[in-house]
């Protein structure tokens, strides 16, 4: 991780440091002066969600682009997908939005797509950190190549009809009742808009952004209010988005929860199903239940690990050639149709399914028994606690412990002084031990 730069881009509090409006123009400048390439006009698309703050970073990323030269066109609330589709339809030579996905409205965050509506790889944001450091008055062009900026309006219709053409052209959810979440974030108006023109009988919750209440107890972080919702329509389907509508959480008919892996599963057995399913297999992380990887292994298909981070999967699945990859928190990436992850596309998909097999949701979404999962985090306050020997011994000890039935995951926090040590096994019981035992170690070393 970088000075600025997370594993999503730039990320934190509003209006301080780094979100401050200064960064926010200064990584249009540094980003405008990166990817100026040749004499074309060139075109960077800003896109953003409902957070109070996206009123401030949007001019100031504005300023620094057309300081640069570059044209501007402004999206306004769009979910990231969308962002990264106008990018390419545009034939923008950059693409911005202004989020911090399912954080709180105080947060907000910057991520960067390139012409080819993928997230910028870590050499290009390690260049843009180093510019944001020094001065660039040099750079600024001359008064008249300075860029422009325009609002475009079509950008609802677009991404809607880009959403419903992943579905054939016969599909139709009719007869199906959907409650739809949309977190007050970005797909406040495309998620309900899109389902309702398919055909689906619409109830909408969390499509009323004011700028504060975006994942306020909703979307895909907080489903209870959909549980609730799902139950008193007795809707066949809940569907819970986040801030910025790259992530999706199904909820069933009996107010169940369906998680990405779960999600994961009903697209890759009905694409290896159809064929269309590449790379034999569908790329997660080490965070995705060993349930997930046996339920795929009986079907004869792989399961690719990465770290966590949606861009470490779609990073695999380019090298590798798959198609399908994701997250347990409900990013899907589905190459076929998406350069980064999209809650509505996958969500339309797994309602495909449904409709094809014309059971309920209750059915359909539940491929295989999650085995038991624990995950602790345990603070520490200097050093490096990995690299102690007392710590390394606990996890070979609870590795050896696990055997084959089993599984273990120790990463130290990108963004805070944890480390989180996620354990699974068929044994409850043996996972929770093991778990305990590790943290106790790295406590240890932590008050040593």
């Excluded at 012409?115 to 910028?120: A, E, F, S």
């Excluded at 008064?143 to 422009?148: A, D, F, H, K, S």
């Excluded at 569907?239 to 998680?259: K, P």
């Excluded at 190459?335 to 999209?342: A, N």
Aim: net charge negative.
């Amino acid at each position: 991780m970088g000075k600025y730069f997370g594993t999503d881009g730039i990320r934190g509090c509003a209006n301080s440091y780094p979100m401050t409006a200064e960064i926010a123009m200064k990584v249009g400048m540094a980003t405008g002066k990166l990817f100026r390439r040749g004499d074309h006009r060139h075109r960077v698309v800003i896109g953003k969600d409902t957070r109070l703050s996206g009123y401030m970073l949007e001019p100031a990323l504005t300023a620094g682009f057309t300081s640069m030269g570059m044209d501007v066109f402004l999206l306004g609330p769009v979910p990231t997908p969308g962002v990264a589709m106008l990018t390419r339809s545009l034939r923008a030579d950059l693409g911005v939005m202004i989020s911090a996905s399912h954080n709180p409205f105080n947060d907000n965050g910057i991520k960067l797509f390139g012409p080819d509506g993928y997230k910028l790889n870590d050499e290009l944001e390690a260049k843009i950190e180093a510019m944001l450091d020094q001065d660039m008055s040099s750079q600024l062009v001359k008064p008249e190549q300075l860029g422009r900026t325009k609002r475009i309006e079509s950008v609802y219709d677009r991404y809607i009809e880009f959403a419903k053409r992943t579905l054939p052209r016969a599909m139709s959810l009719d007869g199906l009742r959907v409650v739809v979440d949309c977190a007050h974030g970005a797909a406040y108006r495309v998620a309900p808009d899109a389902l309702w023109e398919l055909g689906a009988e619409v109830v909408s919750i969390g499509v009323d952004p004011n700028g504060f209440n975006i994942n306020d107890k909703c979307g895909s972080t907080h489903v209870d209010v959909l549980i609730d919702k799902v139950r008193e329509v007795r809707a066949d389907i809940g569907i819970a988005l986040d801030g910025d509508a790259d992530r999706v959480i199904i909820v069933d008919e009996t107010g169940h929860r369906v998680d990405g892996d779960q999600l994961m599963a009903v697209v890759a057995e009905s694409w290896a199903k159809e064929n269309r399913l590449s790379g034999n297999g569908i790329v997660a992380t080490v965070m995705s239940n060993l349930g997930l990887e046996r339920f795929l292994g009986g079907l004869g298909l792989d399961l690719a690990r990465t770290k966590v981070g949606d861009r470490y999967v779609v990073e695999h699945m380019r090298q590798h050639g798959f198609n399908v990859g994701g997250e347990q928190s409900g990013h899907l990436v589905l190459s076929d149709y998406s350069t980064t992850g999209d809650g509505l596309i996958a969500a339309l998909q797994i309602l495909a399914v449904v409709k094809k097999m014309n059971k309920p949701v209750s059915e359909v979404c539940n491929r295989f028994e999650p085995v038991p999962q624990l995950l602790k985090n345990v603070r520490y306050s200097s050093g490096a606690p990995l690299e102690m020997d007392n710590v390394k011994a606990a996890i070979v000890s609870g590795e050896e412990r696990l055997g084959n039935s089993g599984r273990l995951v120790i990463r130290p926090s990108g963004t805070e002084p944890l480390i989180r040590v996620m354990a699974e096994g068929d044994d409850h019981d043996l996972v929770e031990l093991v778990v305990d035992d590790i943290c106790d170690e790295v406590r240890k070393v932590s008050q040593g």
